[in-house]
């Protein structure tokens, strides 16, 4: 009788910049990450966690907004401004970004401690029913006031994909 296990695979980076940011009052203006496509891995989901740290005196009671965006489709075709490379991008506006991406995380931005770090984890499939989209990419975005930290290492994106196997 064959056993089925679960499998995890190593963690990778996400190429992703969310250092020196601006703010962004409406939640329209961020930061896209690199494709992740899952068309060679075909893991059935993926486990995002994540670091966000604040810049020099961010205001308190703010929040950090992470989404992730599905291509539509093969290609791979992108909603609205995306297009899978890591790169500085403002959505049309709050409504068409509503349309299309998954809110993932909620970073609450409590203290007006400049550098504090923040920190997260969540299921890509859980955010689409279940079901891993083939290729997506997070957009993360802030409302903290200030830009966030400028140090690239002080934002760090991984990503571990899971998968089972028969023995």
């Known amino acids: 009788m064959a056993a089925i296990n679960i499998s995890y ?3 990778t980076i996400i190429t992703v910049a969310p250092q020196n940011v601006a703010t962004s009052a409406t939640f329209v203006a961020g930061v896209e990450s690199a494709l ?3 068309t060679g891995n075909k893991d059935l989901d993926v486990i995002v966690s994540g670091i966000w740290t604040a810049g020099t005196t961010p205001v ?4 950090v907004l992470i989404y992730v965006v599905a291509a539509l489709d093969d290609v791979p075709t992108w909603p609205d401004v995306f297009d899978g490379v890591s790169s500085a991008e403002t959505i049309t506006s709050a409504g068409v970004g509503q349309s299309f991406m998954r ?8 203290s007006a401690t400049s550098n ?7 299921s890509i499939a859980a955010l689409f029913g279940g ?6 990419v997070l957009f993360i975005t802030h409302n903290t006031g200030v830009n966030s930290n400028a140090t690239a290492g002080n ?5 571990t994909g899971i998968s089972f196997t028969v023995l």
Request: charged share 15%; hydrophobic share 45%.
């Open 9 to 11: 695979r190593a963690s």
């Open 116 to 122: 504090r770090v923040y920190n997260c984890t969540f």
């Open 155 to 159: 934002h760090v994106w991984k990503a």
């Open 103 to 110: 809110l993932a995380a909620v970073l609450s931005v409590d």
């Open 131 to 136: 079901v891993l989209p083939p290729k997506w």
């Open 36 to 38: 992740y496509d899952n």
């Open 60 to 63: 308190a009671n703010t929040q």
